[in-house]
DNA sequence: ATCATGACTGACCGATCGGCCAGTTTTCAA
DNA sequence: TTGAAAACTGGCCGATCGGTCAGTCATGAT
């Protein structure tokens, strides 16, 4: 007698987490502009008609794919808005790097949207977080650590893009290394 | 007689520049993907037919625009391979400030393309030409300064997109101080 | 004045895109 | 067992893409 409509049905959450698989995959590759989505619903092995049933388009399928990672940051801004100056830095250098080495995947998304990234209102939570962060990051009001600041998620962004092949590890001590050195903290 | 073929007719080198004019920003403002040939037909005032009658293609449209930033490039790598590796260090970091924020346009361009950019062999000789500047911006062969020298640039190219209001000098002045911090030159 | 050549264009082509809809298959509570 | 809702699909749509082509118009040497 439906007392329980909180469950997810099985059937429909797993074609939809397989979508957001096959999507996030075929966007990290390719990029979300040149994926179609006929190749989202042959890889995830259903039709674009399907796909179309559990996403009301293709920016929701961007905006499901991002959504972990958006989480993630957002959560990260609301822990640093509770600490000091420096301890917030401190907290944005270490977080940081965590988020954009394990979220790497949608660093490579969020690459291919950024020309047009101010129109899509499905990233823009995202984006405002990620300036956030920046703040954060050059803990200080000097205008030139600030662009520093924006200098540094630049090139960790940037490094963290096509970077499959190293281990995680190896990645976050690198982006420790040049954030520290550019933001005078080692 | 047609004694003198090399002059460049005209009328057809002026509607030529005008069409890698009109490209040029049309790529940076929305995207090489983003545009059309029908928006850069329709920005240099002419059809669509007259720039494939002038180019060969899009992907031509795209290595005309991206002609000028590419020969100083390579010219400053051909300047780099007669220099002590010390002096190379110090002239790539002085050079590749100065054209990335000269050429800060063409940067924009080439964003929208990393995604494919293995495929397309009007902009092969130019990335070729960017991994050997980032050899001999690290100046060294440790692994760790070659990824810090990858670092740099990509700080750097980031921070040269999407900002036309900073000046020439501001913006050098930026980078330099980034690309010493990271480099550890300064 | 003529006319061959260069510059240019409108109309069209096949392909592909995101999205829509009517209808079929599957699922599962009653 | 059954029937209604959920899950899913083939087929189609309009729009737009890069590119082609036959043909028009402008230019300038003769």
Not at 63 to 89: F, I, T
Not at 126 to 153: C, H, N, R
């Amino acid at each position: 007698m439906m007392h329980d409509m909180a469950v997810t049905t099985p059937a429909r959450e797993r074609t939809r987490r397989e979508i957001v698989r096959q999507a996030m995959d075929l966007f990290q590759a390719a990029g979300y502009n040149a994926t179609s989505l006929q190749d989202i619903a042959t890889a995830a092995g259903c039709s674009k008609a399907t796909v179309l049933y559990h996403f009301s388009g293709k920016p929701a399928v961007l905006a499901a794919v991002l959504e972990p990672a958006a989480a993630d940051v957002a959560a990260l801004v609301k822990a640093a808005a509770e600490l000091s100056r420096a301890d917030a830095q401190e907290l944005a250098i270490r977080s940081f790097i965590d988020l954009a080495v394990v979220h790497r995947g949608v660093v490579d998304v969020l690459q291919d949207i950024l020309p047009v990234i101010e129109q899509m209102p499905e990233v823009a939570q995202l984006v405002a977080d990620g300036m956030q962060l920046s703040d954060y990051l050059a803990g200080s009001d000097d205008p030139l650590e600030q662009d520093l600041a924006k200098f540094a998620i630049n090139g960790l962004l940037g490094e963290c893009r096509h970077a499959q092949e190293r281990t995680d590890d190896d990645l976050r001590r690198l982006c420790d290394i040049a954030l520290r050195r550019i933001l005078r903290r080692a």
